[in-house]
């Protein structure tokens, strides 16, 4: 049968509930929220004199709980107005509603016996047919599924989404024994293809594949702190960025997710792992069990092994936690020889080597650490998984690692994984010294643009499934490039559409992502079908170059920087208007000159999670690359008649100027940098090369024909600019803006207008174009523009003057 998804119920509207709820209204699904009823009325309900039978009562919990998690930062939900999808009820007045859902996903609180009651409840009102799954971390499978009918057993799994559900990736899926297996591929199947996740076929064990190992990680750490008497800051400093973890690291992440639930995990191991051959790890230390006692449980409790103070004047000061002492003091700067010499290695798989073979602390650090992980990875299958790329997807996706650990030892060599090891007093698996005694010597291996892994039964390379709707740059570079220079590659993604991938540092646009998208342009006109301008970086690009601006404007080389920015708008024009399709397929942060990209792509194929804006003024600039202009030619597009066109070109107007950033790509089509019924969004990132290619391929068979370049851009002059200048010195004069920002926006509102026109006139890109780089050139005379670049090269931060 051919199973969709239109309507889920969620059991349980606690933070994961209402979260799993909001990202199924992300992609499009209704969803029926329920939990239970007040045992008591609140005073502000006596005060009114409600009853506990009243409906707003009954539903009270389901509702606190779900507006909590629609104001909580980050957002659970891509779009405020997606929180309609979510009707809320409770379990004894709404729970006979579930009849007509597809999916029922229980997620109460993690006690056997109150599940069991649930899905006794749940199956007097389910249709026999529907899927039902439990968010569970680690309750066996087999416990819940106890006493439940057989239709019941058929349709049941776990289905363990991480928290936050919009953001992490991992989806784990543990079917039970009597699960059907096409319910299983079909749970795989739409976590990953609708969901946007990694959908991880896990076994029913503790913790599952990406807690067991990622605790494991952590609790290992602990130990290595205590015996290397090693600083949280330090730690943090070693598990961070430098080797492709989060900015959080360790210390700063338990204090997140909470040092709660990582000790229930971490206990929920112990007791239920006799055979496992690390678990003194998972014993919780003496410092852990006292910050428990004293409630430091990270930012739910305002402290954890970090706190946030004010000092007398109000500035915010953070505080690091002593592990010897357990008192907080001063947080202190972590500084190691070996992590310096990482600093010229962009590609992070490439450090390894060299941080292993560190000789100061940090090396030392990096070998008990990464030998304690390898051991224990490596004897977790088959108990865990069969196949070893699913620990590596669940570590990836569930904690936020760029490698697994089993592709961070092959990034080491797997010989010289096993000398660390046995330095540690770790001894290699029986199927690893097989492995190499047979001649295979990684772990992974790329063969035609496709990722094999060891697979243990066979004892041979093994392509890895679900590739095929993927298409994956690093592994097609090599042997698909056409042309590269120091910023960019050129990819041949077949069918004849090329790919223009960034490469530059933080993928910042400078005249070498420039000249590869002309070049991008001239091969694809001259020998192909389409263009996709697409990377699988953390973010499509941070914008242009601003190093490159400051230095032409503080040397005073207007000439040179009048012609940079020109060749900025004339490669955007190219895009417009060249002889084949073009698509953009932004994600993360796509900022300034990445969103001006974006703008003049014939399509934008942007991912779910997608940061984009026109974020100049924050340099004390406009849009100089085509952006300015851009939103004055949509804003036209929208005119109607009378005010209205007012109305539209002043929001399009104060997204420049309030530099607005949409924090998902639905909500980018609000800010008018996305088009309805025109650009699309991808909710699986992994997806989003290959529908890049897809959209090309079908605009170019489509018979797709050059545009013809704009000359009927109705500008409202002198009408326009009054009301922009009134505007703005109305928020100078009240405070609102800096003499600076207002100079920044009355620039923005000349070009904008289209000059000082008497009347409303038809005029062409090219005319826009001309008085945005004037703007721009002149904005760059300026010293507060200067300072403004400056403060942002060094800070990363904007700075209001």
Known sequence: MTRKIKKVAIIGSGIMGSGIACHFANIGVEVLLLDIIPRELNEIEKAKGLTLNDKVVRNRLVNDALTASLKS???????????????????????????????????????????????????????PGTLITSNTSGIPIKFMSEGRSEDFQQHFAVTHFFNPPRYLKLFEVVPSAKCKQEVTDFLMMHGDKFLGKTAVLAKDTPAFIGNRIGIFGIMSLFHVVKEMDLTIEEVDKLTGPVIGRPK???????????????????????????????????????????????????????????????????????????????????????????????????????????????KDKAGEFYRKSFAAMFAYVQNRIPEISDELYRIDDGLRAGFGWEHGPFQIWDAIGVAKGIEIMKAEGHQPATWVTEMMANGETSFYTVKNGATYYYDIPSKSQVKKPGQDSFIILDNIRKSNEVWKNSGAVIEDLGDGILNIEFRSKMNTIGGDVLA???????????????????????????????????????EQEYEELNMAIKYFQDTMMRMRYSSIPTIAAPHGMTLGGGCE???????????????IGLVEFGVGVIPGGGGSKEMALRA????????????VLQEHFLTIGMAKVATSAYEAFDLGLLQKGKD???????????????????????????????????????????????????????????AHDQKIANKLAYVMAGGDLSEPTRVSEQYLLDIEREAFLSLCTERKTLERIQHMLKTGKPLRN
């Open 680 to 738: 699309v969004v991808v909710v699986n990132k992994d997806r989003q090369i290959a529908e890049a290619k897809k959209h090309a391929v079908l605009m170019a068979e489509a018979g797709y024909t050059q545009p013809v370049k704009r000359k009927d851009i109705l500008v409202l002059g002198k009408q326009a600019l009054g009301m922009f200048l009134v505007g703005t010195d109305s928020m100078e004069a009240s405070n609102y803006i800096s």
């Open 73 to 127: 930062s980050p957002s659970p939900i891509y779009n405020q107005k997606f929180a309609d999808r979510i009707t809320t009820g409770n379990l004894e007045d709404d729970l006979h509603k579930i009849k007509y859902v597809d999916w029922i996903v229980e997620v109460v609180v993690e006690r056997l016996d109150i599940k069991k009651s649930v899905f006794e409840k749940i199956e007097k009102f389910r249709t």
């Open 516 to 554: 590869a998208i002309n070049k991008g342009i001239d091969l694809a006109e001259k020998d192909f079908q389409g263009l996709v301008v697409g990377n699988q970086a953390a973010n499509f690009s941070v914008g242009a170059n601003i190093g490159m601006i400051f230095m032409m404007a503080a």
């Open 636 to 647: 036209q597009d929208l005119f109607h008649k009378g005010d209205v066109q007012l109305n």
């Open 597 to 611: 990209i974006s703008l003049h792509a014939d399509k934008v194929v942007a991912a779910a999670e997608t940061y």
């Open 248 to 358: 959080s690291a360790t210390f700063r992440t338990i204090d997140v997710v909470g040092l709660d639930t990582l000790v229930h995990t971490a206990n929920g191991v112990k007791d239920n792992c006799p055979n496992d051959e690390m678990r003194d790890q998972f014993v919780i230390p003496d410092f852990v069990n006292k910050m428990m006692e004293n409630k430091w449980l990270g930012s739910k409790t305002k402290q954890g092994f970090y706190k946030m103070t004010k000092d007398a004047q109000g500035n915010r000061d953070i505080l690091s936690l002593d592990l010897n002492t357990l008192e907080y003091r001063t947080k202190k700067s972590a500084k190691f020889a070996t992590l310096e010499l990482t600093k010229s290695i962009d590609n992070v798989s490439d450090r390894f080597k060299v941080l292993v073979g560190g």
